[in-house]
T-cell receptor, first 114, second 113 residues
């Protein structure tokens, strides 16, 4: 079974530029999560989707971050404009059912904002 | 708000020794407690998890214990090997009530041959 796929793996941009990350969850997984992991810290949830609906986006900085999950499969996370403090690894995870706890993580995208 | 504290932040052991990592959580409604291993440049990988109706769970060299009264849980790795070297994260959630994972700060484990 293929795991969670993410691209790109690395991205370097200058502040005030925009960037987008892509995630393809494990086939059939209904729930998709985006986490932000700052160096030396644990992942922090940004947004959770159930199929193509948002379940929790309480910690998403909505003035600059946006995310969508069209057709309930792939998802994109966008930052516009980026700030220096957005430098982090952005992790995507998925789980099979709404009532299933186990989350499977992708390799992440490392973003550096200069 | 919800919080998970993890200790120690770094841990160095000799190959063959045991390693113990401890976490405490603040949300008394938490009922699912996974542990993840993260190697350099990779995403977190689930290694073991425990639910609130169980006090202990073991999988080969890895075990997790849970004390719901004290709101803490621990990861135990026996007979450590160099390939166990990684960053380990504990997490807590309300499980199937749709709760998000709240992660600890991580423990960098180094196993010296």
């Amino acid at each position: 079974e293929a795991g969670v796929a993410q691209s790109p793996r690395y991205k370097i941009i200058e502040k005030r530029q925009s960037v987008a990350f892509w995630c393809n969850p494990i086939s059939g997984h209904a729930t998709l999560y985006w986490y932000q992991q700052i160096l030396g810290q644990g992942p922090k949830l940004l947004i959770q989707f159930q199929n193509n609906g948002v379940v929790d986006d309480s910690q998403l900085p909505k003035d600059r971050f946006s995310a969508e999950r069209l057709k309930g499969v792939d998802s994109t996370l966008k930052i516009q404009p980026a700030k220096l403090e957005d430098s982090a690894v952005y992790l995507c995870a998925s789980s099979p059912q709404p009532s299933t706890d186990t989350q499977y993580f992708g390799p992440g995208t490392r973003l550096t904002v200069l | 708000g919800e919080n998970v504290e993890q200790h120690p932040s770094t841990l160095s052991v000799q190959e063959g020794d045991s390693a113990v990592i401890k976490c405490t959580y603040s949300d008394s409604a938490s009922n699912y407690f996974p542990w993840y291993k993260q190697e350099l440049g990779k995403g977190p990988q689930l290694i073991i998890d425990i639910r609130s109706n169980v006090g202990e769970k073991k999988d080969q060299r890895i075990a997790v214990t849970l004390n719901k009264t004290a709101k803490h849980f621990s990861l135990h790795i026996t007979e450590t090997q160099p390939e166990d070297s990684a960053v380990y994260f504990c997490a807590a959630s309300r499980g199937n009530q749709g709760g998000k994972l709240i992660f600890g700060q991580g423990t960098e484990l180094s196993v010296k041959p």
